[in-house]
C-alpha cells in the first residue's frame, strides 16, 4: 500500500511543497548538480509521501527551472544554458543594488569572514554556499517576502550554474575578496560606490559564467 499523506496538518499539497522545498534546498546547498536523476520512488520513501506527491512536487521545481523532465531519463536536475545565465543576472542587477542601502553591514562581513575561513581551509563549497548568502541578505533586506521567495529560486539555478564551472577555486577567489570590499564600503556609508561595484561584480561574473557554460 502506497504512502499516505493524510497526516494531520499535512494535506498532499503541502506535502508536496514541503518536498519542493527540501529538493530546492538541496540544490542550493550543492548537494544536487546539473544532470544529477531524482528518483520518484526513493523520494517518496524518504518523505513518507505517496508518488503521486512527489510527481507534484517535481512540478513545482519544473515551474522554477530546477528541474526536467526527459524521455527514458526520467527527472533531472536541470543544465543551464548561457541564456538562463544570462536572466538568473537579469534578475540579480535588477535586485540586489537596491538592498545595498539597507542591508547590515555587519551581517554581510560575517557571510564573508565565514566564506574566508572555508577558503582558508580549501572547502570551495562552502565559499559557494556563503557567496550565496551574501547576496541573498541583500534581497532580503528589501523586506519582501514575495523577493525572498522567489529569489531562492533564482540562487538554486545560479548554484548549478556555480557547479558547472571546473575550478571552484577559479570562480570564487576574486570575488571573494570583492564581497569584501563592498563590505568596507558600506561600512564607511559609501553606498553609491557599492552599488556601482556589485553591478561591476555582477557583470563580470555573468560574462565569465557565460563563458563556462557554453564550454
Known amino acids: 500500500m502506497p504512502p499516505s499523506d493524510a497526516s494531520p496538518g499535512a494535506p498532499a499539497s503541502g506535502l508536496a511543497e514541503q518536498v519542493a522545498r527540501d529538493l530546492r534546498e538541496r540544490i542550493l546547498t550543492g548537494e544536487l548538480g546539473s544532470g544529477q536523476p531524482l528518483r520518484e520512488a526513493a523520494l517518496a520513501t524518504a518523505h513518507g509521501a505517496s508518488r503521486n506527491t512527489v510527481r507534484e512536487a517535481f512540478r513545482l521545481l519544473a515551474r522554477d527551472r530546477l528541474v526536467v523532465h526527459e524521455a527514458h531519463k526520467g527527472v533531472t536536475v536541470r543544465t543551464l544554458t548561457a541564456d538562463d545565465v544570462r536572466d538568473i543576472y537579469r534578475v540579480r542587477l535588477a535586485l540586489e543594488p537596491a538592498g545595498l542601502g539597507s542591508v547590515d553591514p555587519d551581517e554581510l562581513g560575517a557571510v564573508v569572514e565565514a566564506a574566508q575561513r572555508a577558503a582558508a581551509a580549501g572547502d570551495w563549497a562552502a565559499v559557494s554556499t556563503a557567496d550565496l548568502r551574501f547576496h541573498q541578505l541583500l534581497v532580503t533586506a528589501l523586506g519582501s517576502p514575495r523577493f525572498d521567495e522567489m529569489f531562492l529560486s533564482v540562487l538554486a539555478e545560479q548554484r548549478l550554474a ?47 559564467l557565460c563563458a563556462a557554460v557554453e564550454a
Open 162 to 208: 556555480f557547479a558547472q564551472v571546473a575550478s571552484g577555486r577559479d570562480l570564487h577567489a576574486p570575488y571573494l575578496e570583492r564581497n569584501a570590499g563592498m563590505v568596507a564600503m558600506l561600512r564607511r556609508g559609501e553606498v553609491e560606490a557599492a552599488e556601482t561595484e556589485l553591478r561591476a561584480y555582477l557583470a563580470d561574473a555573468r560574462e565569465e
